[in-house]
Nanobody
């Protein structure tokens, strides 16, 4: 069983930055690819960014490419999402998710473990 706890959300003005963190329990963190997803009001949850177990491979949704950066510290069982140049349309609940192996994937059903989410609100 893996438990995930997100932090770092909040209210920020457009153009600002936030850094989300996701702390994972367990001893097999480096064996798990990690993903960030978000769900805006009246929208389905969508892929934002992902990172392989080693951290070598990353992937981003087109809407955040060039503005968001995903990274991980396997020594601290933590994955990060650095969000720059935030826009009002980035407003959503952001979820951290963990896979059962190291391969990077974009689909929600590929992720077994999920955090509770952290709210990000970007004001115009």
């Amino acid at each position: 069983q893996v438990q995930l706890l997100e932090s770092g959300g909040g209210l920020v003005q457009a153009g600002g930055s936030l850094r989300l963190s996701c702390a994972a329990s367990g001893r097999t963190f480096s064996n798990r690819a990690m993903g960030w997803f978000r769900q805006a009001p009246v929208k389905e949850r969508a892929f934002v960014a992902g990172i392989s177990g080693s951290g070598i491979s990353t992937a981003y949704a087109d809407s955040v490419k060039g503005r968001f950066t995903v990274s991980r510290d396997n020594g601290k069982n933590t994955v990060f999402l650095q969000m720059n140049s935030l826009k009002p349309e980035d407003t959503a609940v952001y979820y951290c998710a963990a896979r059962v192996d190291t391969a990077l994937r974009r689909q929600q059903y590929e992720y077994r473990y999920w955090g509770q989410g952290t709210q990000v609100t970007v004001s115009s």
